[in-house]
């Protein structure tokens, strides 16, 4: 079973420019949820996706973030235009019955 | 609103000792509870995980036991190795870990010396 794929792996931004963080889920999980740790803190929650929908953006930090998850299979996070404050690391992970898969993350920093 | 408080930030123990660590939780409809291991630069790894009708859970040197009524859970790492060596993070949710959010701890830097 093929894990959950993050893209890309790192990214390094300009302030003010646009980037976009890719999950791929596991095949199958209806449940993706996108969270962030910044430079020594919690992972802290964006939001949950159920399939198409979004179940929970409570942890979205403003509308500087968009996520979108068409056909219910991959998301995508857009940030634009970035701050310095977002750079952290950006994991997603999915479930179904059982506990959470995490991706890798993408590392974004942001100059 | 939810938190979960953990400590230590950091623990240092040598080879074979045992390590604690404690966590918090502040909503009292969280009902599951995993233990997430990250190695540097690598993903958060589910070590163990209990739910909120059982007190303690044990897999070979790792266990966790849990206090609902003081909103208190613990892992336990016995016989401690080098490669055990990482950040530990508690988390706490609702839905019996099959859905929502969970909501983690600051995290744990655990070295284990040689």
């Known amino acids: 079973e093929a894990g959950v794929t993050q893209f890309p792996s790192h990214s390094v931004i300009e302030k003010g420019q646009t980037v976009t963080l890719r999950c791929d889920p596991i095949s199958g999980h209806d449940n993706l949820y996108w969270y962030r740790r910044v430079m020594g803190k919690e992972i802290k929650f964006l939001l949950h996706?159920?399939?198409?929908?979004?179940?929970?953006e409570s942890g979205m930090p403003n509308n500087r973030f968009l996520a979108e998850r068409t056909g219910g299979t991959y998301s995508t996070l857009k940030v634009q235009p970035a701050e310095l404050e977002d750079s952290g690391v950006y994991f997603c992970?999915?479930?179904?019955?059982?506990?959470?898969?995490f991706g890798s993350g993408t590392r974004l920093t942001v100059v | 609103g939810e938190n979960v408080e953990q400590h230590p930030s950091t623990l240092s123990v040598q080879e074979g000792d045992s390590a604690v660590i404690k966590c918090t939780y502040s909503?009292?409809?969280?009902?599951?509870f995993p233990w997430y291991k990250q190695e540097l630069g690598k993903r958060p790894q589910l070590i163990i995980d209990?739910?909120?009708?059982?007190g303690e859970k044990k897999d070979q040197r790792i266990a966790v036991t849990l206090n609902k009524t003081a909103k208190h859970f613990s892992l336990h790492i016995t016989e401690t190795q080098p490669e055990d060596s990482a950040v530990y993070f508690c988390?706490?949710?609702?839905?019996?870990?099959?859905?929502?959010?969970?909501?983690f701890g600051q995290g744990t830097e655990l070295s284990v010396k040689p």
């Open positions: 909503d009292s409809a969280s009902n599951y």
């Open positions: 992970a999915s479930s179904q019955d059982g506990g959470y898969t």
């Open positions: 988390a706490a949710g609702g839905s019996g870990g099959r859905g929502g959010k969970l909501i």
């Open positions: 996706f159920v399939k198409e929908s979004k179940q929970d």
């Open positions: 209990i739910r909120s009708n059982v």
